[in-house]
């Protein structure tokens, strides 16, 4: 990587930033390719980088119809976790949470991961009884997770209302001191150089219009750009999932909801970890900016539209409110919605389809930027063996029709 001379900083800052050296290639699409990934979002670029490093596949082109990160992955609230259920789940995500934690040196860019804790809190007895089971489900398959009553969660976060005339009242939560968030641009950047440097094509603002096949197998696909051969497509389109598999007549039970978020304008540091509560949709984190981040549960209806609607963020600030009465004078900045594809047991597909040279990897929901490196490291052994690894395998499409779900709702900790 290049460094710059104090002086040429200077100068730049002078004169435009017009002379600042490309941090990933601007290509020409190639006329082939030894596979193709469509979608620029972190998975999409984490699956490029461990095929390039990890399998030697260098000539492989990720396509994004906008610019890198400017879906899901830049829209997202960064909180990393693996505090599911489920076995299947356990390993995939905390196969995620082993990789975050090396990621910032491997690709010589600051993440900013924090593994600040999040909580998850309680508000009835019945929430009680089934985050206390997931605590134990938790230590079983070595994930870091502790139950908390009320008081323990207060001398954690001290910010929070613990007191018992709310509607709510928070009666305990569980604490995974390993999570925590860090910073999307970062990732997706940090991967975009990775792969780049490797020889990976980054094909920002060209959109995938068809895929082609000749007898049940990849050939290539038609790009606002031109057609491009191929014998591997790779779908990481997330909220775009089933628009992509349509393409193949491939049907998916996935479904696109749109997902909100909000920032606050910046304080001082008060919220010293993320609070996530299911049961009155909301969830907070502070950004070393000093933003409040704070999220709501998905728009019931479904919808392609990246934005939110008034309803839910008017529910979203009452509930933030009983939690944090502190905030209460706080202004509001920005805000934003995503499209999350929600699988009916709100766990992930990473499959081969039948369509041979046809992969997909999509339905993270509303929780798959924790996953972005395991999913790439899977999704990339999948895509260079044409065979998912043990992490993988229960991830298949095959799962909707052998009826082995891995049901994850009351984990995915946003309401559904
Ligand atoms: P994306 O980043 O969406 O990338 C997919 C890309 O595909 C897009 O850039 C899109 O432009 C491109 N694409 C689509 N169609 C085409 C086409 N035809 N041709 C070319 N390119 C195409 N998860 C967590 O774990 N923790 C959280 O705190 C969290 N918070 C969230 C908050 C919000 C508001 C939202 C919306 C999501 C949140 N998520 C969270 C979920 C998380 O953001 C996603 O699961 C994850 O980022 C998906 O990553 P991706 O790379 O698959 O998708
Ligand atoms: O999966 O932890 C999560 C999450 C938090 C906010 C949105 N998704």
Known sequence: MKRYSALELIRQGLTGHRGWDRVWRKPEPKESYDAVIIGGGGHGLATAYYLAKLHGMTNIAVIEKGWIGGGNSGRNTTIIRSNYLFDESAAIYNHALNLWKGLGQELNFNIMMSHRGVLNLAHDEGEMRQLKR??????????????????EVKNFCPSINISGDIRYPVLGGTLQRSGGVNRHDGVVWGYARAADAMGVDILQQTEVTGILTDSGQITGVETTRGTIRTPKVA???????????????????????????????????????????????????????????????????????????????????????????????????????????????????????????????GGWGTGGWKATPGSGHVFADLIAKDEPNRIAAPFTMDRFVSGALVAEHGAAAVAH
């Open 235 to 361: 779908s990481v389109t997330a909220g775009h999932t089933s628009v992509m598999a349509k393409m193949l007549d491939i049907r998916l039970p996935v479904e696109s909801h749109p997902l909100q978020a909000l920032v606050s304008e910046p304080i001082k540091p008060v919220l010293n970890c993320v609070v996530m509560s299911n049961a009155v949709h909301v969830y907070c984190s502070q950004s070393d900016k000093g933003e409040l981040v704070i999220g709501a549960g998905i728009d019931a209806q479904l919808s392609y539209t990246q934005r939110g609607n008034l309803d839910i963020i008017e529910h979203q600030m009452a509930s933030l409110m009983e939690l944090f009465p502190i905030f209460s004078r706080l202004r509001m900045m920005r805000q934003w919605g995503g499209i999350v594809d929600v699988c009916p047991d709100a766990s992930p597909i990473i499959t081969k389809t039948p369509v041979k040279g046809f992969y997909v990897n």
């Open 134 to 151: 997931r605590v134990e489900a938790n230590r079983l398959n070595g994930v870091d997770s502790e139950w908390l009553d009320a008081k």
